[in-house]
């Protein structure tokens, strides 16, 4: 059972990196940390190139690629849990994150509102990047917000409210 969620779980992550890096744009400090450059010089060379062609052209790795993006998702678990990564890499040798989880006493529902709260606070942190960059006005930020508020936790893959809950948004 555990071979195949890990199966499942490296088919998923190859299929995000092969279907493109543009989800490393959601964290331009990390993907500009990884190409050596300022988050500012990777939003200009964006205007030009997409995520994919940058990283190409640097020759960053599938691999590199697939390290950051595993570094974000243990970060996040970690949190979740109120455990350091070190910790967590730790417990993850003989357990499963669900059983971390289940042990924990975190419910779906609390993990379920962890998660949507974590997930306003960075698209929170995004969008007054934006307005400070005057790519955005304060109310086109405050509208977004709005919008997301009233989306009633339906931030999962496809609108579907909690499915993405235990899928690739660690």
């Known amino acids: 059972m555990k071979k195949a969620l890990y199966a499942a779980l490296i088919g998923v992550t190859a299929f995000t990196i092969v279907g493109g890096a543009v989800a490393l744009a959601n964290n331009l ?29 640097n020759g960053i790795s599938h691999q590199q690629v ?9 970060e996040k678990q970690a949190t979740t849990l109120g455990i350091t990564v070190e910790e967590l890499e ?3 040798a003989d357990k499963t994150f669900a059983q971390l989880l289940d042990e924990s006493g975190i419910s779906h529902t609390e993990l379920s509102e962890q998660r949507r709260s974590q997930h306003l606070e960075h698209k929170t942190e ?13 109310e086109q930020m405050q509208e ?13 893959h496809f609108g579907h409210k909690g499915f993405g809950m235990y899928g690739m948004h660690f």
Request: charged residues 35%.
């Open 126 to 138: 995004r969008l007054q990047q934006m307005v400070d960059d005057g790519d955005i006005t304060a």
């Open 90 to 92: 730790t417990q993850l």
């Open 144 to 156: 977004k917000l709005d919008w997301m508020s009233n989306k009633d936790g339906k931030f999962g």
């Open 66 to 74: 697939f390290e950051l993006k595993e570094a974000s998702r243990l």
């Open 29 to 57: 400090d990390d993907t500009a940390g990884l190409l050596d450059i300022t988050p500012d010089e990777l939003k200009v060379q964006l205007q030009d190139k997409s995520m994919s062609e940058i990283l190409d052209a």
